[in-house]
């Protein structure tokens, strides 16, 4: 079993409104913030990859850029924009390029970050 690690880095602003942290995160403020992606399984017996990286790159490029320079909280289907929102939103994002295993989103300012690892499976 092999995981290939891809990580990108974007700023973004945000407000935090109605959690445990707060005034200063009612307020609109920025974070740097890195994501990592993971992909797992084994490589392909003809191309010795887990994955297509152009294909993977692209795709990450796409995410990163509905983020970069964004205020999360207008972003659609983001909601309350938390590093658990974040992780689901780029996990969802890429949901169908096979593999993916696990979505991280750090603020490294923060010492914080959060990791996605899909759907909760509902009986």
């Known amino acids: 079993m092999w995981e290939l690690i891809k990580s990108f880095r974007f700023e973004a602003a945000h407000s935090l409104a109605g ?4 005034k200063a995160s009612e307020e609109i403020h920025g974070h740097s913030f890195r994501a990592e992606v993971v992909i797992r399984g084994a490589p392909d ?3 010795g990859m887990l994955v297509d990286l152009t294909g993977l790159e692209k795709k990450l490029e796409q ?8 205020l999360l909280n ?3 289907g983001l909601n309350l924009p938390t ?7 780029v996990w969802e994002h890429l949901d169908g390029i096979g593999k993916l295993a696990r979505v991280s989103v ?3 300012s923060c010492g914080e970050g959060c990791n996605y690892y899909g ?3 509902r009986d």
């Not at 959690?19 to 707060?22: D, I």
């Not at 590093?83 to 939103?89: D, G, K, P, T, Y």
């Open 63 to 70: 995410v990163r850029a509905k983020l970069d320079h964004k």
């Open 106 to 108: 750090y603020r490294d």
């Open 19 to 22: 959690t445990s942290l707060g």
């Open 119 to 121: 759907p909760i499976a």
């Open 45 to 47: 017996p003809a191309s």
């Open 83 to 89: 590093l658990e929102h974040i992780s689901r939103f």
């Open 74 to 76: 207008r972003i659609e």
